[in-house]
Nanobody, 111 residues
Framework: QVHLRESGGGLVQAGGSLRLSCAAS????????MAWYRQTPGKQREVVAI???????TYSDSVKGRFTISRDNAKNTVYLQVNNLKPEDTAVYYC?????WGQGTQVTVSS
């Protein structure tokens, strides 16, 4: 059983930044791909960023250039730096590994 715990969400004004963290309970970071997703009410969960075991990062078009995914293997933690936030970025952000999901962290961006 693997547990993922997100943190770092909050309420920010448009243009602001946050750093989201996802701490894993097992040694998986740096070994397997990890992903960040987000979901708003009434919509499907969408992938935001993925980092492979080799460190290659890919992003959805809507966040490219503003979000950065990274990891600290020693801490078993994956990060999502979110900059230049827009109201449409408001969502619950989840990290995912294999079939495991965290509980999510809320990001709310005010205009």
């Amino acid at each position: 059983q693997v547990h993922l715990r997100e943190s770092g969400g909050g309420l920010v004004q448009a243009g602001g930044s946050l750093r989201l963290s996802c701490a894993a309970s097992a040694t998986i970071v740096g070994i397997y791909p990890m992903a960040w997703y987000r979901q708003t009410p009434g919509k499907q969960r969408e992938v935001v960023a993925i980092i492979t075991s080799s460190g290659t990062a890919t992003y959805s078009d809507s966040v490219k250039g503003r979000f950065t995914i990274s990891r600290d293997n020693a801490k078993n933690t994956v990060y999502l730096q979110v900059n230049n936030l827009k109201p449409e970025d408001t969502a619950v952000y989840y990290c995912k590994w294999a079939d495991y999901w965290g509980q999510g962290t809320q990001v709310t961006v005010s205009s």
